[in-house]
């Protein structure tokens, strides 16, 4: 690489890295750290008038508070949908928002879409939110008409929040003093309460992991002002708390802290620029759990920016739907099959002739809970979401230094992980870690084994543009046809057992490469993508005639969400009736996330009789 884009390189990953990869000790409840008044810990005071002004989010747009125009340019995204329109037409139905699909001639289809929804695939909802509706304020969206409303970034005023008024209202709760200061003010607090409207108060703590927390706080823990868990900005960028988390309850139009996902305490989304990011919050743990009554009980909409202010509210506590994509369900026969188990007959063979029968007795069940979309890079994968994610790694032979994460894999059976033929070094010790999300912690969900034998498909190829039959079983080490044991964060994916549609939506996770990080991520990412026709990606301006139907791509020919160094031999799965199976295995690719560059993956269902075979082979 050319030095000085090595540098930039290094000066751009020493700006994003450590935000990424930072984890934060729990605070305590100490009262010696409770704001009294304009003084805030962080020495920095954040939404600062200066800052609200010069900050572009916030820029005063002529004419944004008019009527709609959903049709404006920008938001027109169907050349993206024409870009990678999958063959076949209406199955699965492209149309989104409950579109209906009508075939038209070979390869297109038209949407019938219900209103107000518009678009190729009726992707296109009102905008209600449209930049600069609220002047110096967040959009959120409400059920209710006119389905947005301002939350005016203190002191700039409601109903547009372009007009400022300092100290009147005052903005400060529980009897807060507003003092004013040149253009801005500070809250002075009484005793006990903290928080730049001094709205939170002496009680407020957590206690476990915080999923029963319903206090007041609203910051992070570097100062960042939340996000309204219905703002427009956290849907825009592909999250959606109220439909992604099991327990939304704690959620609700306000920006305070809560866990509703079985992280480790309250956090929340903020906003950086343009981005979407999330941080554990300013919270203090409650000193004796079992003394203090959590704070539970606070209505969940109070709103901590505008506490005397009359506003108009939503009347209800519900953010409106909002579209979200939908993967079309595939139209196959039969099921996906298990792993295939030692046995004259591979095809009905009982599922777990080699494991105790209580273990892996089903394949491709992620633990259901606490599913969430946190847009970091890439998407962080919550606990047991994907339980069948392998980091396959290396160390030189016989030595005792630590394992390094080389690989992705999938777990099959037992004994058993499918990863790509390039990922195998024969001349290093290899272990897999199975169950476990962080590569710099050892986690108690992880269960770290031993490779006992390397399988690389006999006509693997490399060549300076492919990678042919890029696919390797992992035999793992254990006793009595036991090696992984299944728990919550351990599981099987099944085998396919037929092709699935292009255009289908599947899941690609592992631990490589991100927009931020040439090292990799430290914590596995997953993102979705779409399986593209192998005609389409045979084209020239994408892969050309390398190609063969060993290995099929996915992504988006956008460029974007790829997999990528690291993530190689790791899964792509889909849904197949009502199971998660693995579809392909990280191959190759013409770098990340270019345009026209998809990724290439091993294609599974090419090899299920070779996996098979050499299952039995071993086995017997
Ligand atoms: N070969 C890479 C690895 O060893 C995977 C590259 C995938 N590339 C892509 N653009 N999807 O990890």
Redesign the pocket.
């Known amino acids: 690489m050319n030095l000085k884009l090595l540098f930039f390189c290094l000066f751009l990953a020493a700006l994003l890295v450590p935000a990424e990869l930072k984890r934060k000790k729990h605070k305590h409840h100490d009262p010696d750290h409770e704001g009294h008044g304009p003084g805030h810990k962080h020495g920095k005071k954040r939404g600062k008038v200066e800052d609200i002004l010069r900050d572009l989010f916030f820029e005063i747009v002529e004419g944004a508070g008019d009527d709609d125009d959903d049709d404006d340019d920008h938001n027109n995204t169907d050349w993206v949908f024409e870009l990678q329109e999958p063959d076949g037409q209406c199955d699965p139905n492209p149309c989104r928002n409950n579109g209906v699909c009508e075939p038209k001639g070979k390869r297109k289809f038209k949407c019938d879409c219900p209103k107000p929804f518009k678009g190729k695939k009726c992707q296109r909802g009102p905008k209600h939110c449209k930049k600069g509706r609220c002047g110096r304020g967040e959009c959120v969206l409400t059920s209710t008409p006119p389905f947005f409303e301002c939350k005016c970034k203190e002191p700039f005023q409601p109903p547009r929040c372009i007009h400022l008024s300092l100290c009147e209202p005052n903005p400060c709760r529980n009897g807060g003093q507003c003092i004013k200061n040149g253009t801005d003010f500070d809250c002075l607090c009484p005793t006990g309460y903290r928080g730049r409207f001094c709205h939170v108060g002496p009680d407020d703590c957590y206690v476990g992991d915080g999923e029963s927390y319903r206090g007041n706080v609203s910051e992070t823990d570097d100062g960042h002002e939340c996000l309204y868990w219905n703002s427009h900005f956290i849907l825009e960028n592909g999250a959606d708390p109220f439909n992604s988390f099991e327990d939304s309850d704690g959620l609700g139009p306000h920006n305070f802290c809560r866990n509703p996902d079985g992280d480790e305490m309250p956090w929340c989304f903020f906003r950086q620029g343009r981005r979407l990011s999330w941080d554990y919050c300013d919270v203090t743990e409650c000193l004796k759990p079992t003394d203090v009554v959590p704070m539970e009980i606070l209505p969940i909409d109070a709103d901590p920016t505008a506490p005397t202010a009359p506003t108009s509210r939503p009347t209800t506590s519900e953010p409106i739907a909002t579209p979200k994509p939908t993967a079309s369900k595939p139209s196959t026969t039969g099921s996906p099959s298990q792993a295939p188990q030692p046995s004259p007959t591979p095809t009905d063979v009982p599922l777990n002739a080699t494991a105790p029968p209580q273990q892996f007795t089903t394949c491709g069940q992620s633990q259901p809970k606490k599913n969430v979309a946190r847009i970091f890079g890439g998407l962080k994968v919550p606990p047991g979401a994907v339980p069948w994610q392998v980091s396959l790694q290396v160390r030189p032979k016989n030595s005792n230094q630590p394992y390094r994460h080389?690989?992705?894999g999938v777990l099959i059976e037992s004994c058993w992980v499918l990863t790509?033929g390039?990922?195998s070094e024969q001349m290093k010790d290899m272990q897999v870690v199975l169950g476990g999300l962080s590569l710099d912690l050892e986690e108690p969900t992880e269960q770290a084994i031993k490779v006992e034998e390397v399988i690389v498909h006999e006509n693997y190829r490399e060549t300076t543009s492919a990678?042919y039959n890029d696919i390797a079983l992992l035999r793992l080490k254990g006793t009595n046809g036991v090696c992984a044991n299944e728990s919550q964060f351990v599981k099987t994916a099944c085998l396919p057992d037929a092709q699935l549609p292009d255009g289908m939506e599947c899941k690609i996770s592992?631990w490589?490469?991100t927009e931020n990080s040439q090292y990799g991520s430290n914590h596995l990412l997953d993102a979705n993508v779409m399986l593209i026709g192998q005609e389409k990606c045979s084209e020239p301006q994408v892969y050309g005639r390398v190609l063969d139907n060993t290995m099929f791509c996915a992504?988006h020919l956008l460029g974007g969400v790829?997999?990528?160094?690291?993530?190689?031999?790791?899964p792509l799965t889909c849904d197949q009736n009502n199971a998660t199976v693995i579809y392909g295995l990280?191959?190759?690719?013409?770098?990340?996330?270019?345009k026209n560059?998809?990724?290439?993956y091993a294609r599974v269902t090419h090899y299920l009789d070779w996996i098979k075979s050499k299952i039995q082979a071993a086995s017997s």
């Not at 990280?586 to 270019?594: E, K, L």
């Open positions: 080389t690989c992705g790509a390039h990922c990678v592992g490589g490469a992504g790829d997999s990528c160094q690291g993530d190689s031999g790791g990280v191959s190759w690719g013409d770098q990340c996330g270019r560059k998809p990724g290439v």
